[in-house]
C-alpha cells in the first residue's frame, strides 16, 4: 500500500527542536530547512492536498532574515526561529489567502493577521503555507473542504481527520514539522490521532482566537500540533497568552510547559494519578484500537502511575449536547458571510433584491454540511424550541464540566482513546452524519468544559496496523500536565 509518510533521513524527518538546534548552531540554515520542506511538498502533496496554498516565497523571506540574524550574531527570535510551520487555513494571513476551505472564501486575503500569526511571525517561523481543513472547521475526515479531501499518509484510501486534516497530513508526511490546528470538538487530537502525531487543545482562552474564523465561538480553540511532545510544547509556549482583542482571552500565567515535556522525558510517572473514564472503555470500539488502549493503561503502569476508575455519566449525552450548541453557534457566526461585505457574491446583476443576492450567495457559496449545522442551529434556537434544544443542551454541558470536576478531584489527568477506531475510508461515512458526528465523541466533552487535553501516538491497532492515539485531559489552566504525562508516555513506548 502507498504510503507518505516522514522519510528516515535527511532535513524533513528531524524533529523541530533538532532543527532548532541545527539552526541556531549555524549548522544548517533556515532556508535550507524550509526548502527542504517545501521540496517535500512539491515531491507529494499532489497525492496528500494538505496544502490549499503554499508560500515558498514568503517563508523562503523569513527564512533569509531569521539567517542573516543569526549570521549577525544576534540571539535567535524564540526557540524555535527558522523552524517553518503549516498553518491551518483557518487562520487570517495579510500575505496569504484564508479561505476556511469554503467557496464563500475563495481568493479572499484578510485585511489583518490573526494574533497567532503575529506570534509565528515575531518568533521568526516560516510559515510554509494554509493547511486544507473541512469547511469552516466543520467536520471529521476533511471531506468536507470545497477544494478536495486531504489523504493520509499512511494510506491514501483514508482520510487524516478532521477538521485539521491537512495538518496533520503535513505533519505525517514530512511536509513540516510544526502545525497549528483549531480544536472545537477534536479538529486538533483526533487528526492527530489518525495520522502519528500529537496534538493537543489548549485550556479554552489561553490562546487568541482574534483572526480566526469562528466556528462555535464557546467552544474553539486554536492550539499546537507536531511530531514529539517536546516540539508540541515548544510551539504553544510561544502562542499562549491574553490578547485584549479577543474577549474571551483570559490573563493566567501559561505554566512552563517545556520544563514539564522536558520532566517527562525520563518516563518516571510515580505519583501520577491517572483516571480511566468508565464511559470510553467500551465493547464495539475497534478490537485494534482498544489493545493499544489497554496497553496503554499497562505501560502508564510500568512508569509508576496509579490508574483509578472513575465514572463520567453524562459523558453519554455529550455528544448530543455538543451537536445542538456547536451548530446554534455557527447559525450565528455564519450569518456574516451573506454575500455583501466580502466574499462570494452571486447573481448581484442589478435586477435583484440584497434579500435575493444574499440568498443565492449562501446558497452557492456554503457545501451541504455548514448548511445542515445552519438549519439545525437556527432550528434548535428558534421561538418554543429554544427551551426543549439549546437550553437542555446548556444544562448538559453543566453536567458534563461538573462530572470532569469531580472526576479531578480524585485523579491528576484522565485518559480514554482519542477515537474509537482508526482512520476509516473517504467516502466511508459521507452518508450518513450522525456516524461522522459519532466518531468525535472521546473528544468533545473536553470542549464542552473548557480544559484541555492532548492526543499522543499510541502505536499501531493490531487488526489494521494504522495509528492510534491515546488522549490525556486536565484540568483548565493545568496544561502542564498534558505534556509531563505525555512526554512520559511517549518515552515509554519508545523503551
Ligand atoms: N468534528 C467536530 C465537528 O464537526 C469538531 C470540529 C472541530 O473541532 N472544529 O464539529
Redesign the pocket.
Known amino acids: 500500500m502507498t504510503k507518505h509518510i516522514v522519510p528516515e533521513s535527511g532535513l524533513t524527518s528531524l524533529t523541530a527542536a533538532e532543527l532548532a538546534e541545527k539552526i541556531h548552531s549555524r549548522e544548517v540554515t533556515s532556508r535550507e530547512v524550509v526548502q527542504a520542506h517545501l521540496d517535500r511538498i512539491a515531491e507529494v502533496d499532489g497525492d496528500l492536498n494538505a496544502f490549499l496554498y503554499v508560500g515558498a516565497e514568503q517563508a523562503l523571506a523569513t527564512a533569509e532574515a531569521v539567517d542573516a540574524a543569526l549570521d549577525a550574531g544576534e540571539q535567535p527570535a524564540s526557540p524555535l526561529a527558522g523552524v517553518p510551520v503549516a498553518l491551518k487555513d483557518l487562520f487570517t494571513t495579510t500575505d496569504a489567502p484564508t479561505t476556511a476551505a469554503s467557496k464563500m472564501l475563495e481568493g479572499w486575503t484578510s485585511p489583518y493577521d490573526a494574533t497567532v500569526t503575529l506570534k509565528l511571525r515575531e518568533a521568526g517561523i516560516p510559515i510554509l503555507g494554509k493547511t486544507n481543513?473541512?469547511e469552516f472547521?466543520?467536520?471529521?475526515s476533511t471531506e468536507n473542504s470545497a477544494f478536495g479531501p486531504t489523504r493520509n499518509p499512511y494510506d491514501l484510501e483514508r482520510t487524516p481527520g478532521?477538521?485539521?486534516g491537512g495538518t496533520s497530513a503535513a505533519l505525517a508526511a514530512g511536509m513540516a514539522p510544526l502545525g497549528i490546528g483549531?480544536?472545537?470538538?477534536?479538529?486538533?487530537r483526533?487528526p492527530a490521532a489518525l495520522t502519528n502525531t500529537v496534538g493537543v487543545k489548549p485550556t479554552y482562552g489561553t490562546i487568541s482566537r482574534y483572526g480566526v474564523i469562528a466556528?462555535?465561538s464557546s467552544?474553539?480553540q486554536g492550539g499546537p500540533t507536531a511530531r514529539t511532545v517536546l516540539d508540541t510544547a515548544l510551539l504553544h509556549q510561544l502562542i499562549a497568552g491574553p490578547d485584549e482583542f479577543d474577549a474571551t482571552s483570559v490573563d493566567v500565567e501559561v505554566p512552563d510547559l517545556v520544563a514539564a515535556a522536558k520532566k517527562g522525558a525520563d518516563g518516571d510517572l510515580k505519583g501520577v494519578r491517572v483516571g480511566r473514564i468508565k464511559q470510553f472503555d467500551r465493547d464495539g470500539w475497534q478490537d485494534g484500537v482498544m489493545e493499544r488502549y489497554h496497553a496503554a493503561l499497562d505501560q502508564l503502569v510500568a512508569q509508576g502511575a496509579e490508574i483509578v476508575d472513575v465514572d463520567c455519566p453524562h459523558f453519554d449525552d455529550a455528544l448530543a449536547a455538543?451537536?445542538l450548541i456547536?451548530p446554534s453557534e455557527v447559525s450565528s457566526n455564519m450569518a456574516r458571510f451573506d454575500g455583501m461585505r466580502y466574499g462570494l457574491r452571486v447573481g448581484d446583476d442589478g435586477t435583484r433584491s440584497a434579500d435575493e443576492v444574499m440568498a443565492m450567495s449562501r446558497a452557492e457559496g456554503f457545501g451541504p454540511?455548514v448548511k445542515r449545522?445552519i438549519i439545525l442551529g437556527t432550528y434548535a434556537l428558534s421561538v418554543g424550541y429554544y427551551d426543549a434544544y439549546y437550553l437542555q443542551a446548556q444544562r448538559v454541558r453543566t453536567l458534563v464540566a461538573q462530572d470532569f470536576a469531580t472526576a479531578f478531584e480524585s485523579v491528576d489527568v484522565l485518559v480514554s482513546p482519542t477515537t474509537p477506531t482508526t482512520a476509516f475510508k473517504l467516502g466511508e461515512k459521507n452518508d450518513d452524519p450522525l456516524e461522522?458526528?459519532n466518531?468525535?465523541l472521546c473528544?468533545?466533552p473536553l470542549?464542552l468544559a473548557g480544559l484541555c487535553g492532548m492526543s499522543v501516538p499510541n502505536g499501531f491497532a493490531a487488526d489494521d496496523n494504522l495509528p492510534v492515539g491515546l488522549q490525556i485531559m486536565a484540568p483548565a489552566f493545568k496544561d502542564d500536565r498534558l505534556y509531563h504525562v505525555g512526554a512520559a508516555f511517549e518515552a515509554g513506548q519508545k523503551k
Not at 182 to 188: E, H, K, V
Open positions: 481543513l473541512d472547521a466543520m467536520g471529521s478532521g477538521s485539521g483549531t480544536d472545537t470538538g477534536g479538529s486538533i483526533q466556528a462555535a467552544l474553539d455538543y451537536y456547536m454540511e449545522r461522522m458526528y466518531f468525535d473528544t468533545l470542549n
